[in-house]
């Protein structure tokens, strides 16, 4: 079974602080995916990467940026978080295959004060 | 720019019923269509993956359809049960170069009662 992990499912931060979401896949997947989710406006795709070290924006990367120095793992960097941050984030990871089948993570609820 | 909706927005019934969600995408040119269940607070867990060529893809009690000409999906649960309540949503993969980034619809949230 694929297996993507989120390093916490819960996370309050002040305002202005730096903030790492970290997640990490298990099935040796090319591309990966951050979303955050928010009533009412749905999933919204932020960045994604299709290989070790290559990034693309996705619809709303404002605020944010990327890294992904290994296959396994891709973080959401907030460089200085602000409330409307506040938000459930999700990560995927599939295959560059014939399916491109996304696998979640459990999310990350962050609270931004 | 895709956009994907879903009607209902939310579909309370009781249990045993059989149901029908619907999700309706504007540009057909999709690679596929995945249909995902969401527990409150959790991730998303995978139901079904049609791809653009397929019209249908089963799995136990739930029946996903595809008609891409005319940019429509339905999920069809049969029997439901408590179990299923949860929200459904329904995603579309771009065409062409685009890394399966996937487009989401709202989501139908669905209560079966006992």
């Known amino acids: 079974d694929v297996k993507v992990t989120q390093s916490s499912r819960y996370l309050v931060k002040r305002t202005g602080e730096k903030v790492f979401l970290e997640c990490v896949q298990d099935?040796?997947?090319?591309?990966m995916f951050w979303y955050r989710q928010d009533p009412g406006l749905g999933l919204r795709l932020i960045y994604f990467?299709?290989?070790?070290?290559?990034?693309e924006k996705g619809d709303i990367p404002e605020g944010y940026s990327v890294s992904r120095e290994k296959k396994e793992r891709f973080s959401l960097i907030l460089e200085s978080a602000s409330t409307n941050q506040t938000s459930m984030y999700l990560c995927?990871?599939?295959?560059?295959?014939?399916?491109?089948?996304?696998?979640f993570g459990p999310g990350t609820r962050l609270t931004v004060t | 720019k895709q956009e994907v909706t879903q009607i209902p927005a939310a579909l309370s019934v009781p249990e045993g019923e059989n149901l029908v969600l619907n999700c309706s995408f504007t540009?057909?040119?999709?690679?596929?269509l995945q249909w995902f269940r969401q527990d409150p607070g959790k991730g998303l867990t995978s139901l079904l993956l049609?791809?653009?060529?397929?019209r249908e893809q089963t799995s136990g009690r739930l029946n996903a359809s595809l008609d891409k000409s005319s940019g429509r999906s339905t999920l069809y649960i049969a029997a439901s049960q408590p179990g299923d309540s949860a929200t459904y949503l329904c995603?579309?993969?771009?065409?062409?170069?685009?890394?399966?980034?996937?487009?989401f619809g709202q989501g139908t949230i669905l209560t079966v009662h006992p």
């Open positions: 995927a990871s599939s295959l560059w295959t014939s399916s491109y089948e996304q696998y």
């Open positions: 099935m040796d997947h090319e591309n």
């Open positions: 990467s299709y290989d070790v070290k290559m990034k």
């Open positions: 540009d057909s040119a999709i690679y596929n």
């Open positions: 049609i791809q653009s060529s397929q």
């Open positions: 995603a579309v993969t771009a065409g062409g170069t685009s890394y399966g980034k996937l487009t």
